[in-house]
């Protein structure tokens, strides 16, 4: 069998978070009918699967990472009908639905929980982690992903709850068969509705060590961290291999694990064909490099050789022993050209740069709504506008440690979740065209310049330049195929990589700063005089002095 015999290794995915995509009712709100609007939009583009972040029935606490009922759509997004219907209208434009599996915890005030929480002989109570305290405290000291410890006191049966993320959001509990078995069923309920696969919610936490130890705690920290305990736990792998015996291998569709805290060889067991358990994973190792130790909110600046090196860590250890998932953006993640490019005077330049500089990987890349046109970070200076949880209880907490107010603003400014979740900037109308109403998060005022109406009239625009990148993985079978080389491995401003299929070779060079960068190393330079240009983002000649935010890729032949 050839690699290109399984349809996702060929395929770009483009990921919509409903909320922030299309209004079509005017209440602010994106919704399905939105959605439907846009499709003829992503066609263009040409992507080939869209991943639908959550559309279920939520309260909104997470903005629906927080699931009430796994088969019904949120009212504010629409109903069933309309969802049927834009399964139908995307299967007709001969793409893809990817469909967000939020099984790690669901909201509090779904049927399971609600039940569960009634007593302590509940049929449910099991599908949850109950734990009596320890001499009055938490029953262990783990803290959550969004603050504050990872257990909520509940005086119905004088018992603590545990919940990763926020107390809306209890764990469930794997351990128990019956849970499982109604996962799977409601798993089949979507596939066969004729979905093409799931994107896994932070599927690697599901198995946690059921004695649930105290985690690490460092000097000066309130919550231990109890990663070790919950992540790739115990019998992680015994439940996806479950999973996909039971409901997946009965349906031909792609699934991507979002999998913090993995590492390239965890990344080779989860996807291994061999092993039947998920098709790709998200890492989150190149997105923590501008992290300090004390996590995403304490700012470090890129050193590309960090990044260099950890890419080609996952090209090279997954290349012929699992797949890579390629992503710069996703709704957790800021805006890659305000992060890793620059957002003023080089956003175009930049923006492709980093489009190349991934879309040439081996692996199968995410697009996320709004990179296309090269949308930035945004800074709201009240915290008032801020939307996000996570972002919301993280100022909190650090203001009551002490931190001023302008560092703790600074952080969310580089990292908060909001900057990839303010509405998509359609066009250069009223609320960038995204609703007539009041938007439920304020719109980037940079919409007037950055919008999806000037980059389809400009030839020259991001957007075309995504275009051609999905075109090229297409018809080059070097793109999925090919081996990967990194060169010029400690150069501080490059990053040139080479890939190679039999006598074919596709040299990758990009100057990853604003200067201009002379290309010293021999071989390099003399490909770059003499290669054939496949693709740049500038009005290229051979020469072998890069200009700022400059990518070249070049083929031999
Ligand atoms: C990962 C999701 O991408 C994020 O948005 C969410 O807050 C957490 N998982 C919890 O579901």
Same mark, same amino acid.
């Given at each position: 069998m050839s690699i290109n015999d399984e349809w996702w290794k060929k395929s770009v995915v483009y990921q919509i978070y409903p909320r922030s995509f299309?209004?079509?009712?005017?209440?602010?709100?994106?919704?399905?009918?939105?959605?439907?609007?846009k499709l003829d939009y992503l066609k263009l583009l040409g992507v080939d699967v869209i991943w639908l972040s959550p559309v279920y029935d939520s309260p909104n606490d997470d903005n629906g990472y927080d699931i009430r009922n796994y088969q019904a759509i949120m009212n504010e997004?629409?109903?069933?009908?309309?969802?049927?219907?834009m399964l139908t209208e995307v299967h007709n434009r001969g793409m893809k639905l990817v469909m967000d599996l939020v099984v790690n915890h669901t909201s509090d005030e779904h049927a399971w929980f609600v039940e569960s929480k009634k007593s302590k002989d509940n049929p449910y109570r099991d599908f949850y982690f109950w734990r009596k305290g320890k001499e009055?405290?938490?029953?262990?000291?783990?803290?959550?992903?969004f603050g504050g410890s990872a257990w909520q006191y509940d005086e119905t049966t004088d018992e603590y709850y545990l919940h990763l993320f926020s107390k809306k959001q209890p764990d469930l509990n794997w351990e128990n068969p019956k849970l499982r078995k109604e996962v799977y069923n409601m798993m089949r309920f979507w596939l066969d509705k004729g979905i093409d696969g799931f994107r896994m919610d932070v599927i690697n936490m599901i198995s946690k060590n059921p004695n649930l130890p105290d985690g690490d705690k460092s000097e000066g920290q309130l919550y231990g961290d109890g990663g070790r305990y919950f992540m790739n736990g115990p019998r992680i792998h015994e439940f996806l291999q479950e999973m996909n015996q039971e409901v997946l291998s009965k349906y031909p569709v792609m699934t991507v694990g979002e999998m913090p805290g993995a590492t390239p060889e965890d990344a080779v067991l989860y996807t291994d064909p061999e092993r039947k358990e998920v098709n790709m994973i998200f890492t989150f190792e190149h997105m923590d490099i501008d992290s300090g130790p004390g996590g995403k909110w304490n700012l470090k600046s890129l050193d590309l050789v960090d990044l260099k090196e950890n890419l080609t860590k996952w090209q090279t250890s997954l290349c012929n022993k699992g797949w890579n998932s390629l992503y710069w953006n996703n709704h957790d993640q800021p805006r890659i050209v305000s992060r890793f490019g620059d957002d003023g005077q080089y956003r175009e330049k930049s923006a492709k740069l980093l489009a190349a500089c991934l879309h040439f990987?081996?692996?199968?890349?995410?697009? +996320?709504?709004?990179e296309e046109i090269g949308m930035t970070n945004v800074k709201f200076t009240? &915290?008032?506008? +801020?939307?996000?949880?996570?972002?919301?209880?993280?100022?909190?907490?650090?203001?009551? &440690?002490g931190y001023a107010h302008e560092d703790i603003m600074n952080s969310i400014y580089v990292k908060s979740r909001d900057n990839a979740r303010t509405p998509m900037q359609w066009d250069s109308t009223k609320n960038a065209g995204f609703t007539t109403g009041t938007p439920w998060i304020k719109i980037n005022p940079r919409y007037k310049e950055i919008n999806a109406k000037a980059a389809l009239e400009n030839p020259q625009s991001i957007f075309y330049f995504y275009q051609k990148l999905i075109q090229l993985r297409k018809e080059m079978d070097i793109i999925t195929e090919g081996d990967f080389e990194l060169l010029l491995k400690d150069h501080p401003q490059l990053f040139v990589y080479e890939r190679k299929l039999n006598d074919e070779r596709?040299?990758?060079v990009c100057n990853f700063s604003g200067d201009?960068?002379?290309?010293?190393?021999e071989a390099v330079s003399t490909k770059l005089k003499k290669d054939h240009i496949l693709l740049g983002n500038y009005e290229t000649k051979g020469t072998n002095v890069l200009r700022p935010y400059e990518v070249i890729v070049l083929k031999n032949s």
């Open positions: 299309m209004d079509s009712n005017g209440d602010g709100i994106g919704d399905i009918r939105g959605i439907i609007e997004f629409g109903a069933m009908a309309d969802f049927d219907q009055g405290q938490e029953p262990n000291n783990w803290g959550s992903v990987m081996q692996g199968t890349p995410y697009i +996320y709504q709004g009240l &915290l008032e506008d +801020y939307r996000d949880i996570e972002t919301i209880n993280m100022y909190n907490e650090r203001k009551a &440690l596709v040299l990758v201009e960068v002379t290309v010293e190393d």
